[in-house]
Structure formats: C-alpha cells, structure tokens
T-cell receptor, first 116, second 114 residues
Framework: GAVVSQHPSWVICKSGTSVKIECRSL??????MFWYRQFPKQSLMLMAT?????????EQGVEKDKFLINHASLTLSTLTVTSAHPEDSSFYIC????????????FGSGTQLSVL | AQKITQTQPGMFVQEKEAVTLDCTYD???????LFWYKQPSSGEMIFLIY??????QNATEGRYSLNFQKARKSANLVISASQLGDSAMYFC???????????FGTGTSLTVIP
C-alpha cells in the first residue's frame, strides 16, 4: 500500500509552547489529507481536512487558531498545535487519499503529544 | 443513526483459527467504499482491505477477506489462520461517494490466544 510518513512519533513539550507535526505522502501525491485525534481506547475523531493550496476545513468544535494546518505541497501537510496545554495531550494521526479516483485512505504512524 | 456499527468491543480467537469481526453500515448513497484498518498498540493505522459498493466479488488480501453482504449492509472482516501478531484494535470505516468524510466504527479489540 501507499506510504504516509508522520513525524515526530512522540513529543513532550511545556505548556504554552507550539508543536509542529508533519505528514508526508512518500510515493504518491495527495491533494487531500486529513488530521485525526484519538483518545485512549476510542475511535478516531476528524479534526480537519487539509487541501493542497487552500485553507483547511475544520470540523465543528475544533479551534482553527489553535490547530494550524498548512498543506503547501502535494506531499506535505503540517499540523501546528499552538500554545499547547495539557488538555491538548493526545494521539494525533494524519491520513491521505490515494488511488486512481482517490478511493483509498492511508494513515501515518501517528504522533503522541504530551504537554506538561 | 450510526453510519458504522461494530458490535463486538472485544474478541478472542485461538491461534491458527479463523475469526470474523462484524461491521454493519448505514447509507443511502449507492456509491460507497468500505475499509478495514488494524491498529496495534504502537498506534499506527494499517490499511487491510477495501471493498467498493459496485465490486462484484468479495475483496481478499492474503489472510484477510471481506464478507460483503450488500442487502444486509454488512461488511465483516474474516481473518484466517490467526497469528499472535493479529492482536490489535480493528476499525471498520465507510466513505460515501467521493466525499471527504470517512466514518469510523468504535473498533473491536482482537486478542489471539496461543
């Protein structure tokens, strides 16, 4: 299957700092990427849809000023958690659409964020 | 109504046996895609298998097969010859048409017993 690379795998930061997470499609171009958040033993919660060359579409209840998404190229989307707080601690995972008609969804390996 | 329903929070299977993980879906869109993902304790979401609504045959990928029953709106995952490494969370998902919304089930935790 297609490869989606996500870095870092885990990050620990102090409250008030910003953290950037990168999501790259390694062997295909992804016009659309998604960012999810997952709490322990729960399903994925869609945060936003990242579109190459345009603004991200955020789900209801997700603060766009807090979770900045940039999709500057067809292979890279970034999520920046600004002024992180302990309640932002979570597992964040990105995904990208791939296929002739973009029918398949492949995921990165996820980032575990811990805010102290 | 839930778009994707996984009714089995946890399942156990003996090593080398087959196991079926249930998934039912709800949509009125004639065009949709069904997915199964495996999430081991490391957290990554591993794509296992895909079934398009217009596919005539059930999808198969190695030891994984999807029992697609369109009239019943079910898309059960069958894992044959279970291995210890199959122990993980399994998520069923659906995409309607070519929209950007993917609906995920609540997952099934599979434990393979030696």
């Amino acid at each position: 299957g297609a490869v989606v690379s996500q870095h870092p795998s885990w990050v620990i930061c102090k409250s008030g700092t910003s953290v950037k997470i990168e999501c790259r499609s390694l062997d295909f171009q992804a016009t659309t990427m998604f960012w999810y958040r997952q709490f322990p033993k729960q399903s994925l919660m869609l945060m936003a849809t990242s579109n190459e060359g345009s603004k991200a579409t955020y789900e209801q209840g997700v603060e766009k000023d807090k979770f900045l998404i940039n999709h500057a190229s067809l292979t890279l989307s970034t999520l920046t958690v600004t002024s992180a707080h302990p309640e932002d601690s979570s597992f964040y995972i990105c995904s990208a659409l791939q296929g002739f008609t973009n029918e398949k969804l492949f995921f990165g390996s996820g980032t575990q964020l811990s805010v102290l | 109504a839930q778009k994707i329903t996984q009714t089995q929070p946890g399942m156990f299977v003996q090593e080398k046996e087959a196991v079926t993980l249930d998934c039912t879906y709800d949509t009125s869109d004639p065009s949709y895609g069904l997915f199964w993902y495996k999430q081991p304790s490391s957290g990554e979401m591993i794509f296992l298998i895909y079934q398009g609504s217009y596919d005539q045959q059930n999808a198969t990928e190695g030891r994984y097969s999807l029992n697609f029953q369109k009239a019943r709106k079910s898309a059960n995952l069958v894992i044959s010859a279970s291995q210890l490494g199959d122990s993980a969370m399994y998520f069923c998902a659906m995409r309607e048409g070519l929209g950007n919304q993917f609906y995920f089930g609540t997952g099934t935790s599979l434990t393979v017993i030696p």
